[in-house]
């Protein structure tokens, strides 16, 4: 089986005070399940496991039923950390989950064929994150106010998701992370500290994920216009 994590516990820090970005009214249904209908609709995916700030699991099966949901789905409480919740979601995979599609839930416009050849990736190297080069030239600083150097982008990717795993192995680098106190941003992270390497599976087109305000405008946009992230 292949399952999928969404990720849905942030608090929305950036989005200003008592706003909740993941049901804000975009392209007309909350932000959030647009990411839901793309993991909902992908024939591949055999099951859905939400993570979800505890007390608010009677909101997230509400939007289920509103728009329809099919494929079976498990709410399940987030942790302090992002790393946290990701192990929450993992403890709560069926026993048949083979590989993993991990998803920021802010992030609605992943296609299906991103999604995809994000597991394909993963069933042949054992981790896979969707990435796009940078593009834009990259310098360093050391105290947040000077240059300190440059970076060569042509070697420098911007990381999103899905990140997608063989489930053994996000489970034990995860388990690394915890026994050692670690903390990671992100779950290729956990993998760089086990050594396992992660495919990079090229974006060509966007997969934003909403983060500030301004950002909502160019997601409607997307929506509306169906103009998401797409593969080969």
């Given at each position: 089986m292949i399952s999928a994590i969404i990720v849905a516990a942030g608090r929305s820090t950036r989005m200003g005070p008592q706003l909740d970005?993941?049901?804000?009214?975009?392209?007309?249904?909350?932000?959030?399940?647009?990411?839901?209908?793309?993991?909902?609709?992908?024939?591949?995916?055999?099951?859905?496991?939400?993570v979800v700030r505890d007390g608010m699991q009677s909101t997230f099966a509400e939007l289920a039923v509103k728009f329809r949901f099919t494929k079976p789905f498990r709410l399940v409480p987030g942790g302090k950390e992002r790393q946290d919740s990701v192990w929450n979601g993992l403890e709560a995979l069926s026993p048949a989950a083979e590989i993993v599609a991990i998803q920021d839930a802010a992030r609605p416009c992943t296609s299906t064929a991103l999604i995809e050849a994000t597991i394909e990736a993963a069933r042949q190297f054992g981790a896979a994150v969707a990435a796009q080069p940078v593009s834009d030239t990259i310098k360093a600083s050391d105290d947040g106010a000077y240059v300190?150097?440059?970076?060569?982008?042509?070697?420098?990717?911007?990381?999103?998701?899905?990140?997608?795993?063989?489930?053994?192995?996000?489970?034990?680098?995860?388990?690394?992370?915890?026994?050692?106190?670690?903390?990671?941003?992100?779950?290729?992270?956990?993998?760089?500290?086990?050594?396992?390497?992660?495919?990079?599976?090229?974006?060509?087109?966007?997969?934003?994920?909403?983060?500030?305000?301004?950002?909502?405008p160019y997601v409607e946009m997307l929506l509306r216009t169906g103009s998401s992230a797409s593969a080969p």
């Open positions: 970005k993941l049901f804000l009214p975009v392209a007309g249904r909350p932000l959030l399940a647009h990411t839901w209908e793309r993991f909902d609709r992908a024939a591949v995916i055999g099951e859905i496991i939400l300190a150097r440059h970076l060569d982008r042509s070697r420098l990717w911007a990381v999103q998701t899905p990140q997608t795993f063989r489930v053994g192995i996000i489970r034990r680098a995860l388990q690394a992370v915890r026994e050692r106190g670690a903390q990671v941003t992100d779950d290729t992270a956990a993998c760089e500290l086990i050594g396992q390497p992660v495919k990079l599976v090229s974006v060509p087109g966007p997969n934003p994920k909403v983060t500030v305000p301004d950002d909502v």
